[in-house]
């Protein structure tokens, strides 16, 4: 039987499939370490919770509108005026089974078969599976360390041809934490106004900040910027959310209905009492986001901290979300027990299995010198993983 060649051609996401086995090995009784995480270890706050306990009893459990509920729009449209200065009406904003979601359907509305997507390396893992199931191509766009992996005019400019249609912007970047400042945003701005480029800028982790860089959303600084980004958001990470599948997306009038069209048929509504779930993590208290936040940075301090004393270790310095890619190219080439180790997926998968420590492989993100570890985890966690690894970096010759 052939099956669709799409879907055969299609990797399974790897940091979903790592998380699941470090999971596993933890029920089979082995004292797992896991740094895979790519989601808070802390429950939904409980203001949150009950909001969509009080849904359920109001029988708020039927179909929605396939683009969202209109409260649930009015406070998304809210949050974009008073925290990123933008302007959007109803018609604009389209609310989703995730960002994921939304981001699925933004290339599906966008794309025509070879139309080109430029990616930055490292990317998140879905990025290029999704575009190519929109019949589009990624083109990743491979920038350096002494840029921070960012996005260069140069690269840019290497990576550009006729059927370049859009690019990613992702900031605060996953995998490695770095942060656009609005002058690196502004070069990016320019670059698509002069060649015609959509911008889809992923803002998934815009609250998750912890140096003295500030979220700036490519969308505010220009009438061009605005009208040609598409915005991507949503609760899962700042609220900690991740199980409830609520992400939102802001753009043209356009985009917006040809999205909403695709998800009425894919999906219909996303969950109705997640929605109302969504619309108290919105309009409420936010001291528990902002516990959160505290708690991550001191993590990460702690965490970057320690890996920089560690010889032969170095990393990427994480300005937000809630990763660090260590760089692992002093044990490429080398051995343990015997065994070389070509690339990241041979060290993660020897680090797990010697010491149960369990890490996102970079050649997840497309690069092969890295591994991203996830400080969404207790304190205790990060000291005891990170004593393990040295321990386990002693051992390779
Ligand atoms: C960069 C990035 N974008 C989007 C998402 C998807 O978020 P959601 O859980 O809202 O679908 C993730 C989740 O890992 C992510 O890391």
């Known amino acids: 039987m052939i099956y669709s060649r799409k879907a055969e051609q299609l990797s399974p996401s790897l940091t979903l499939s790592i998380t699941a086995k470090a999971k596993k090995m933890k029920t089979e009784g082995l004292d797992v370490i896991g740094f895979g995480a790519g989601e808070p270890d802390f429950n939904t706050p409980e203001n949150i919770q009950n909001a969509a306990i009080e849904a359920i009893k109001k029988g708020m459990t039927k179909y929605t509108p396939a683009s969202g509920i209109s409260e649930l729009k009015d406070a998304i449209i809210k949050k974009f005026k008073v925290d990123n200065d933008l302007s959007y009406t109803q018609s604009q904003i389209i609310v989703s089974t995730g960002a994921k979601q939304c981001l699925a359907n933004v290339f599906q509305a966008l794309l025509n078969p070879g139309d080109e997507v430029l990616v930055p390396v490292p990317y998140w893992v879905s990025y290029?599976?999704?575009?190519?199931?929109?019949?589009?191509?990624?083109?990743?766009?491979?920038?350096?360390?002494?840029?921070?992996?960012?996005?260069?005019?140069?690269?840019?400019?290497?990576?550009?041809?006729?059927?370049?249609?859009?690019?990613?912007?992702?900031?605060?970047?996953?995998?490695?934490?770095?942060?656009?400042?609005?002058?690196?945003?502004?070069?990016?701005?320019?670059?698509?106004?002069?060649?015609?480029?959509?911008?889809?800028?992923?803002?998934?982790?815009?609250?998750?900040?912890?140096?003295?860089?500030?979220?700036?959303?490519?969308?505010?600084?220009?009438?061009?910027?605005?009208?040609?980004?598409?915005?991507?958001?949503?609760?899962?990470?700042?609220?900690?959310?991740?199980?409830?599948?609520?992400?939102?997306?802001?753009?043209?009038?356009?985009?917006?209905?040809?999205?909403?069209n695709i998800q009425s048929h894919t999906t219909s509504n996303p969950n109705s009492i997640a929605q109302y779930a969504a619309l108290e993590a919105l309009n409420g208290s936010h001291d528990k986001v902002d516990f959160m936040i505290n708690e991550f940075k001191k993590r990460r301090n702690y965490m970057v901290g320690r890996i920089n004393t560690i010889n032969n270790l170095s990393c990427i310095n994480p300005e937000g979300a809630f990763y660090v890619m260590i760089n692992i190219s002093n044990f490429l080439g080398k051995t343990f027990n015997e065994e070389e180790i070509k690339d990241s997926l041979d060290f993660s998968r020897l680090l797990l299995e010697d010491e149960k420590v369990?890490?996102?492989?970079?050649?997840?993100?497309?690069?092969?010198?890295?591994?991203?570890?996830?400080?969404?985890?207790?304190?205790?966690?990060?000291?005891?993983?990170?004593?393990?690894?040295?321990?386990?970096i002693q051992k390779i010759k």
């Open 128 to 260: 290029p599976e999704l575009i190519k199931l929109a019949d589009g191509v990624p083109v990743f766009v491979t920038s350096d360390k002494e840029h921070n992996y960012k996005f260069t005019l140069e690269a840019l400019n290497k990576h550009l041809t006729k059927n370049t249609k859009a690019i990613i912007i992702n900031s605060p970047n996953n995998p490695t934490g770095t942060v656009y400042t609005k002058d690196e945003l502004m070069i990016i701005a320019e670059f698509c106004k002069a060649h015609d480029i959509i911008i889809i800028s992923d803002e998934i982790y815009e609250k998750l900040i912890y140096g003295n860089e500030k979220h700036v959303s490519i969308a505010s600084l220009s009438q061009d910027a605005y009208d040609r980004t598409i915005v991507i958001n949503g609760v899962s990470k700042s609220y900690a959310m991740t199980g409830w599948r609520i992400g939102y997306a802001a753009g043209n009038e356009k985009i917006i209905k040809l999205m909403s």
């Open 358 to 392: 369990a890490v996102i492989p970079g050649d997840a993100f497309g690069v092969s010198d890295y591994i991203r570890l996830s400080y969404a985890t207790s304190m205790e966690n990060i000291k005891e993983g990170l004593n393990r690894l040295e321990n386990f």
